[in-house]
């Protein structure tokens, strides 16, 4: 079983960053692929950003070049450095995890990013 709790989402003005975090618990979750998906209320979930158990990342194309995810497997934390932020990156972002795949069994509860002037 593990437990994510996601934090560091806000408001920003456009062009502004933020870094997101997702905290879980249990010793194995370096062994996990983890994902940050992003929703918008009558839209579907989508993910922007993934991270293998290695250490590779991929990103949906509307992120490329302004976020990047991370993981620090000795705290057991993923992070989303957000910069560069557009109105149409508002969002409930949710962190994701699996352990051979994403999605996975496994989901936090989100946080708010609000992107407005």
């Known amino acids: 079983q593990v437990q994510l709790a996601e934090s560091g989402g806000g408001l920003v003005q456009p062009g502004g960053s933020l870094r997101l975090s997702c905290a879980a618990s249990?010793?194995?979750?370096?062994?996990?692929?983890v994902a940050w998906y992003r929703q918008v209320p009558g839209k579907q979930r989508e993910m922007v950003a993934g991270?293998?158990?290695?250490?590779?990342?991929h990103y949906a194309d509307s992120v490329k070049g302004r976020l990047t995810i991370s993981r620090d497997n000795a705290k057991n934390t993923v992070y989303l450095q957000m910069n560069n932020l557009k109105p149409e990156d508002t969002a409930a972002y949710y962190c994701?995890?699996?352990?051979?795949?994403?999605?996975?069994?496994?989901w936090g509860q989100g946080t708010q990013v609000t992107v407005s002037s």
């Open positions: 991270i293998t158990s290695g250490g590779t990342t």
């Open positions: 249990g010793s194995t979750f370096s062994l996990y692929a």
């Open positions: 994701n995890a699996g352990l051979t795949r994403v999605p996975g069994d496994y």
